[in-house]
């Protein structure tokens, strides 16, 4: 079996190996652009890993990662554009490197893409991994819309929040997760598993990364601290300082939520004061630990042998950095 970072590696070469080099240009480059920024391809990591718990012959379902891979790019490059975002991963995003037109063509062409690679894999089981995209596919377009529509509503509820990022995250870690096992030939019961698995990885990941986004390093995190506060989004982090906040507080909070002015850093740190003065970050951090914790015991589940799951533990921890 290979660690992380040996299929990592591997995949990337494999990526970089694929030929986007078309006429019109104005229309590839950018989509080359995209897949050149790199990011950790938990994705295709996930998808890779379950199925080489299964089976060792991993280069036979980077095609079906490269999809998905693909895929998750395609959704990042909308949500940028949606979010009216500057950087993604360190960069300028497309929309700012070209300009909103390219961003929306050139992500369409890469939803093409996508299902060009997917359409690509091997097996048995190439309807069931195709019917898993599609439902995923379109869970994450569900949860994009629930997001945007969150962003102008001031009664979202925690419930709410936690299933929209479950659509637009979770579902397609645990989608990949379930396709490698698939691939592999794993059990229904096994693939069933690893999905939920991913599922609750997601959730942790995605809770982590609002998180991230209020309390990281920008250098770090590879774009601008504080965009979720400046789009009013209606994170775990949002929805519980208000839920908590005295009634000074919640003016505050409904102060910035309508501020108009050209000082954005001023309302990242006002909205941040209450955060911190109400308890929100604790409080996040401790329900990622649950949703890693369930994650856990539904891969201890699992009907492989504890070193058959090793590596897929340890790599799951690490995006958490937690020690296992």
Known sequence: MKSASQ????FEEYLRSLDYSHEPDELYAPIRYVLSLGGK??????????????ADDIESVFTTAAGMEIFHNFTLLHDDLMDKADMRRGKATVHKKWNENA???SGDGMLVLAYRYLALTKGPGFEKILDLANETFTGIMEGQQYDMEFETRDD?????????????TSVLIAACAQMGAMAGGASESDSRLLYDFGEKIGLAFQLQDDLLDVYGDAAVFGKKIGGDILCNKKT?????AYRLADSRQRRELDRWAVYGGNDPDSKIAGVRAIYDAVGVKALSEKLIGSYFDEAMGLLDNVSLPAGRKSLLREYAGSLLNRVL
């Open 236 to 240: 775990y982090l949002y929805i519980n």
């Open 103 to 105: 961003a929306i063509l």
């Open 156 to 168: 979202v509820t925690e419930q709410e929040y936690i299933e929209m990022i479950r659509l637009k």
């Open 7 to 10: 299929i990592q590696e591997l």
């Open 41 to 54: 391809r938990i994705r295709p990591t996930f998808l890779i890993m379950a199925y080489n718990m299964y």
